[in-house]
Structure formats: structure tokens, C-alpha cells
């Protein structure tokens, strides 16, 4: 029987496996634009089928139990991943990834009352500095839009903080760091079924390759590195500083694959973002180092 996530040992850094995780994120709003013929319940079904199964193949090794706290966790899991495509299709990717990443704020207020985690003056500071950087990411793209779709993604935010403080729970310490991900995306696929059923006919070649990817490893194989770099060691609200980087490289992939440039306030805030969690992670991994040493 192999270890469960939270007791193997990996060369790789967690901070480094948070990262990739969020490259692999960074991807999300680009292909859920680009499955033009699916709705948000068809994009849902076909990602979270995927992602579920993906995650089952290369984990389940390490126990498929679950107990009323992580079935707790997978139904939070589950309703962030159904607000973020319900708000990248309901309204513009730049409102859906911005709403989504006020995250750290609900981890540094609620962080020291769910897990105990000590609040620092330097990680309100960091916190503050991204949201101003996005603020001027998105001047003159982020508009009001579609309510709903704005309100979805201010949900999905809440749930997101939420669900990276409970991976470092007490709770969740006694069972397998992914069995969250593969019951979370199974209990979507199932809720949305009808609506998958309904799209196979439907739904094109770019559909089906853009669904793939998002399932396999925007979803299955990000979650697996993200689970392991924050039960590894990474605090969950470092986590969710890092995640800064997904909103800040979307621009990014469209200017590669679709060719839109990026405006001057999108790329000064940008600069502002990464500088700001370059700092604050040398900042706390030197403050552990010393006190370790």
C-alpha cells in the first residue's frame, strides 16, 4: 500500500509544485472560452468526468475512504469549480479570474480561527499590494457586466479560500490529500449529467480537445501537485499568493495563441504582482530558515 500524499516525501519543493499547479490553472478561462458549442453544465460535466477520473487512476493507491469531513470538503471543492465556469461563461474571464482571487482575503481573516494560523502584518501587506496590482490589470476591462456571472465568481473565491484552509486541517491530515478532488468532480458529473448527455451530439472536435485538456490537466493533474505542495509544507495562504500568478499569465496565453496585446496598465500591474510574491515568499521561507537553523 503506498503512502498517502500527506506522508510522502517529494525532492521537489512544495512551493515549486504549488507553481505548476497554478501554470496549469492559468489555462481555464482560455479553453472554457474556447468550447464555444458547450454551455457551463456541459463544460462542467465533461471536465469534472475527466478530472475525477484522472485523479482516480494516479492516486487511488492511497485509499478511496472518505469521512464526513472530506465529503464536507468535496462538496465545497465542487461548488468552487461550478462557479468559476458558471462565471467564465456568464461574464468576461477578466471579472471571473479577479473575483475569484480575493481568496487570500477570506484565508487571512478566517486562517487563525479555522487552523490556527498565525497572522503577520507583512502577509495583510502582500495581500493589499496584489489586489492593487490586479486593480490595474484589469483598468478599463473590468466592468459590471452580468450580475450573476459576477456574483459566481466572488462565490467561487469564498469557496477557494475555504477549501485551501481545510486541506491543512487536523481533520484532513488522517485521509488522502486528493480523495476530495475525485469525489468533489464525480458528485458534479453526476449533478450535471443530463446536460452532458445532452451535448454529445453537439459538441465539436475543439469542444471535445478543449474539455479534454481542461479535465486531464487543468483540473486532474494541477489539483494533484497543488494538494501536494500545500500539505507538503506551503501555508495555504502563501498558496493562494502564489495563485496571483494564474489571473496574471491569462492575458498571456491569449496574446500567443489569439495575438492581444496586453495594455500598459495590465503590464505595470503585472510587474507589481510578481515582485510583491517574490518578496513575500523570500521573506518567509528566510524567517523559517532562520528559525529552523
Given at each position: 500500500m503506498a503512502k498517502p500524499l500527506s506522508e510522502e516525501k517529494h525532492s521537489v519543493s512544495p512551493v515549486v509544485l504549488v507553481v505548476i499547479a497554478v501554470l496549469l490553472w492559468s489555462t481555464g478561462g482560455m479553453f472554457i472560452k474556447l468550447a464555444t458549442n458547450l454551455d457551463a453544465y456541459q463544460v462542467t460535466f465533461f471536465r469534472s468526468l475527466l478530472a475525477g477520473l484522472t485523479v482516480l487512476?494516479?492516486?487511488?493507491?492511497?485509499?478511496?475512504?472518505?469521512?464526513?469531513?472530506?465529503?464536507m470538503c468535496s462538496v465545497i471543492y465542487a461548488t468552487l469549480?461550478?462557479?468559476?465556469?458558471?462565471?467564465?461563461?456568464?461574464?468576461?474571464?477578466?471579472?471571473?479570474?479577479?473575483?475569484?482571487y480575493t481568496a487570500p482575503i477570506y484565508i487571512l481573516i478566517l486562517a487563525p480561527f479555522v487552523i490556527g494560523e498565525k497572522f503577520h502584518l507583512r502577509d495583510l501587506a502582500t495581500v493589499i499590494f496584489c489586489l492593487a496590482g490586479m486593480s490595474l490589470f484589469f483598468v478599463g476591462d473590468l466592468?459590471?457586466?452580468?450580475?450573476?456571472?459576477?456574483?459566481?465568481?466572488?462565490?467561487?473565491g469564498i469557496f477557494l479560500g475555504l477549501y485551501i484552509m481545510l486541506l491543512r486541517h487536523p481533520k484532513a491530515m488522517g485521509m488522502s490529500g486528493t480523495i476530495t478532488v475525485i469525489y468533489g468532480n464525480f458528485l458534479l458529473a453526476l449533478l450535471t449529467l443530463p446536460s452532458g448527455i445532452s451535448a454529445i451530439s453537439t459538441a465539436g472536435i475543439m469542444d471535445y480537445a478543449a474539455v479534454g485538456f481542461l479535465g486531464i490537466f487543468q483540473i486532474g493533474i494541477s489539483y494533484i501537485l497543488f494538494i501536494k505542495g500545500v500539505r507538503g509544507g506551503t501555508r495555504p495562504l502563501d498558496a493562494s499568493i502564489i495563485g496571483f500568478i494564474e489571473p496574471l499569465l491569462n492575458p498571456v496565453w491569449v496574446f500567443i495563441f489569439v495575438g492581444e496585446r496586453p495594455q500598459k496598465w495590465a503590464i505595470l500591474g503585472g510587474a507589481i504582482i510578481i515582485a510583491t510574491v517574490v518578496v513575500h515568499t523570500f521573506v518567509q521561507y528566510r524567517t523559517f530558515a532562520e528559525r529552523t537553523s
Open positions: 487512476i494516479i492516486t487511488w493507491r492511497d485509499g478511496l475512504r472518505i469521512n464526513l469531513f472530506g465529503a469549480l461550478f462557479l468559476f465556469v458558471w462565471a467564465t461563461k456568464h461574464t468576461t474571464a477578466a471579472n471571473a479570474i479577479f473575483l475569484q466592468t459590471i457586466g452580468d450580475y450573476q456571472g459576477n456574483i459566481a465568481a466572488l462565490g467561487s
